[in-house]
C-alpha cells in the first residue's frame, strides 16, 4: 500500500498507464487515500402504489424485507436466469431508484416497459438531469465522516428533496454514493474536495472495482452470465428469503401482485436457475394453458390432481 509508484508499473496486477498525467496520482489516492468520481450509471425512478412489490419479482435481491431506505446491489434476469443487468437499488418508503450500468440501461427499460402495470408502477429516466458521484479508496469511510453529509448506516440511502445520500455494505467497491441534480454538483464536490477526496476520472472506480473483486456488465458479466458465476451469493446480491405463502398472486384488487409473483429471482427454495423451473402452489391466476402469466415471464403451476 505504501509502494511508490511510478508509470508503467502495476498494482495488484492491473498495469497503470502513463497515458494520462494524473493516472498515478488517482491510483495513489484510491490506494493510500480517498477519490471520488462520476459514476458512468443510469438513474431510474419507479414509483407509484406498487413500484417495490412489482419490482420485487424482478430482481434478485429481496427489495421488501431490506426496508423503506436499504440501498442493496441486485440484478435483472433472463427467464433462464442469466444477467440482463447489475444495479444498486435505493428505497424511498413506496418509490425505488435503480443504477444500473450505463450498457444495460436500454436493456432495463425494456422489460420494466413491457413487465410493469403503469397504474401500479411508473417508469422514469432521470439519467440527463441527475448525477452520481461515488467515494473510493483506503480512507474513503473516514473521509465521508468529514463531507458535512448526513450518511445513513450501511445498506442505507437517505433521500431528500434533491439529493440522495447511500451507503452500500461493507464489502463494496465504493463506500458513499451522492445522486444529485445537474445544479447541485458543484456543492457536491467542493463537500468531498474538502474533507480530502481527490477529485478524478471514473476510471478510479474502475480500479476500485477491480481491486475489490466486483463483476461488471460488459466485462465480467455478459449474456450467458449466471449470478452463481460472478460470487453475488458472496456480494450479498441475491436473496434466498421465500415469501409469505399467504399472499395471493391473483388477488384481483392487487393485480400488481400479479405482475410482481413471477421471475422469483431470488432462487426461493433449492437455487433455481429460473423461473421457468419454479412450482408455486399460491400462484392461481391461470390461462386456458393452466400457465400463471405474470407480466412477460410465465410461471408453470403445480397440478394437484396428479
Not at 49 to 69: K, S, W
Not at 144 to 155: H, I, K, N, Q, V
Not at 192 to 197: D, I, K, M, V, Y
Amino acid at each position: 500500500m505504501g509502494a511508490e509508484l511510478s508509470p508503467g508499473t502495476g498494482v495488484a496486477g492491473i498495469f497503470l498507464p502513463d497515458s494520462r498525467p494524473n493516472a498515478l496520482q488517482e491510483a495513489s489516492a484510491v490506494l493510500q487515500g480517498a477519490a471520488f468520481a462520476a459514476a458512468p450509471v443510469a438513474v431510474v425512478e419507479v414509483t407509484g402504489p406498487g413500484a417495490v412489490q412489482c419490482m420485487q419479482g424482478l430482481v434478485t435481491n429481496d427489495l421488501e424485507t431490506g426496508g423503506n431506505t436499504s440501498f442493496q446491489y441486485g440484478a435483472l434476469l433472463t427467464t433462464k436466469g442469466m444477467i440482463v443487468c447489475d444495479m444498486w437499488i435505493a428505497r424511498n418508503d413506496a418509490s425505488l431508484t435503480l443504477y444500473p450500468d450505463l450498457l444495460g440501461k436500454e436493456a432495463l427499460l425494456l422489460v420494466l416497459e413491457r413487465s410493469l402495470p403503469p397504474q401500479f408502477a411508473t417508469v422514469t429516466d432521470r439519467s440527463e438531469k441527475r448525477a452520481v458521484l461515488r467515494l473510493v479508496g483506503r480512507n474513503a469511510t473516514e473521509v465521508a465522516t468529514r463531507t458535512g453529509f448526513t450518511l445513513p448506516s450501511e445498506g442505507n440511502a437517505d433521500a431528500k428533496t434533491t439529493q440522495t445520500t447511500a451507503r452500500p455494505n461493507s464489502i463494496a467497491p465504493f463506500s458513499l454514493q451522492i445522486d444529485c441534480a445537474d445544479g447541485d454538483v458543484d456543492v457536491a464536490v467542493s463537500s468531498l474536495s474538502t474533507a480530502g477526496a481527490t477529485a478524478a476520472s471514473p476510471d478510479v472506480l474502475e480500479l476500485a472495482r477491480i481491486l475489490g473483486g466486483w463483476p461488471r456488465l460488459g466485462a465480467e458479466i455478459d449474456d450467458k452470465t449466471l449470478p452463481q458465476e460472478v460470487r453475488y451469493d458472496e456480494l450479498r446480491g441475491v436473496s434466498y428469503t421465500p415469501r409469505p405463502r399467504n399472499r395471493s398472486a391473483a388477488s384481483p384488487s392487487r393485480p400488481y401482485e400479479q405482475a410482481s409473483a413471477g421471475l422469483e429471482a431470488r432462487y426461493h427454495a433449492g437455487h433455481i436457475r429460473s423461473c421457468s423451473e419454479a412450482w408455486r402452489s399460491d400462484c392461481r391466476s391461470t390461462d386456458e394453458r393452466g400457465v400463471v402469466w405474470t407480466g412477460t415471464w410465465p410461471l408453470r403451476t403445480r397440478d394437484d390432481s396428479k
